[in-house]
C-alpha cells in the first residue's frame, strides 16, 4: 500500500524537524522517471522581522520546491489542496497483490463502475433446444464488445501494465498506470474524461493529446515525495491494481486487444 496522506505527511514532517530534502522527478515523455537535478523539495523557514510579546511576524515554514543552487523558491504548493488529492489517491488503491488483481471484482468502487444492473441473461439448452432465461447476481458485461457473462467467466485487463506488446520492459522504465492513477486525482495536466470518470465523479478537461500523461506541479511534488520513500515497484504495483487501472474483458477481447495504442512510446 503507498498510503500517500500518511507518506506525504511523514515527507513534510521529517523535512520541518530534520531539513531533510527530497529530490524532484518528473515522467518524461518516454514514460521513465527523471530526476530534475536543479531542485529540490525541502522546508525553508522566513526569518523573523518583528517579535514582541504575543505577537510575532516571521518565523513561518514553507515547505516547497526551490532552486538547489541559490535557494529561490519555484512553488510552495496548497498543502490542503495536496492533502485532499493524496486523499483520493488513496481512495482509489486497493490491498491486492499483482498475482491477486482479480479480486478487484470484490471492491464495491469498481462494481460501482462496471457491474451492470441486471440480474438476468439468456442461454442455449441443448436438452430442450431452446433460449433459456437464467437468473444470476453475478453478471458483467466486456468492457469493449458489451457481452454479458457470468463473473467466473469475465476477465481482468490491465489498462496499463509493465509490459508494452509483446516485448517486456523493465519496471522503472515504465509509469503509465502510475500516470492514469494520478490522473483521477487531478494531478496531470489534462484530468481524467470519459465514462469511469464520470462514475467515479471525476470530471476533468482534455486540453491536449499529451495533457494526461504529464503530472502537473502539484503531481510532481506528490510523486517526488512518494518515490523519496517507496520504492518504484512499490508505487507501479499499486497504481496497476489500482480501481482505475482494471477493467473487465470477455476472453476474445482481451486476447485481441492487449495494451491499448495511444501511440505512446509505453503503449506500442
Given at each position: ?81 495536496l492533502i485532499r488529492q493524496a486523499t483520493i489517491l488513496d481512495s482509489l488503491i ?171 512510446p509505453w503503449n506500442k
Amino acid at each position: 500500500m503507498l498510503n500517500a496522506l500518511s507518506t506525504i505527511n511523514q515527507a513534510k514532517t521529517i523535512s520541518n524537524f530534520f531539513a531533510k530534502e527530497h529530490k524532484v522527478y518528473y515522467i518524461n515523455e518516454s514514460g521513465q522517471k527523471t530526476e530534475i537535478p536543479s531542485l529540490v523539495i525541502k522546508t525553508v523557514t522566513s526569518p523573523i522581522v518583528h517579535q514582541e510579546p504575543n505577537f510575532q511576524v516571521g518565523g513561518i515554514q514553507y515547505f516547497g520546491a526551490y532552486e538547489r543552487q541559490n535557494g529561490k523558491s519555484v512553488t510552495v504548493p496548497d498543502w490542503d489542496e495536496l492533502i485532499r488529492q493524496a486523499t483520493i489517491l488513496d481512495s482509489l488503491i486497493t490491498p491486492l497483490p499483482r498475482s491477486s488483481y482479480r479480486q478487484i471484482m470484490d471492491v464495491p468502487a469498481w462494481q460501482q463502475i462496471y457491474k451492470p444492473a441486471i440480474t438476468t441473461r439468456q442461454k442455449w439448452n441443448w436438452l430442450t433446444n431452446s433460449i433459456e432465461t437464467v437468473d444470476s447476481n453475478n453478471l458483467y458485461a466486456c468492457r469493449h464488445c458489451g457481452v454479458i457473462l457470468e463473473k467466473e467467466q469475465i476477465e481482468i485487463d490491465h489498462q496499463r501494465s509493465k509490459t508494452i506488446g509483446k516485448d517486456l520492459m523493465p519496471e522503472p522504465h515504465l509509469w503509465g498506470a502510475t500516470l492514469k492513477l494520478f490522473r483521477y486525482a487531478g494531478l496531470t495536466n489534462d484530468g481524467a474524461v470519459g465514462f469511469k470518470a464520470q462514475k467515479l465523479g471525476y470530471n476533468g478537461t482534455l486540453n491536449s493529446p499529451l495533457g494526461k500523461y504529464q503530472l502537473n506541479n502539484s503531481g510532481a511534488f506528490i510523486f517526488s515525495l512518494l518515490v523519496s520513500s517507496k520504492s518504484d515497484i512499490e508505487i507501479q504495483n499499486a497504481a496497476e491494481t489500482s480501481i482505475p487501472n482494471l477493467r473487465p474483458l470477455c476472453g476474445g477481447c482481451n486476447k485481441r486487444d492487449g495494451e491499448p495504442h495511444t501511440g505512446l512510446p509505453w503503449n506500442k
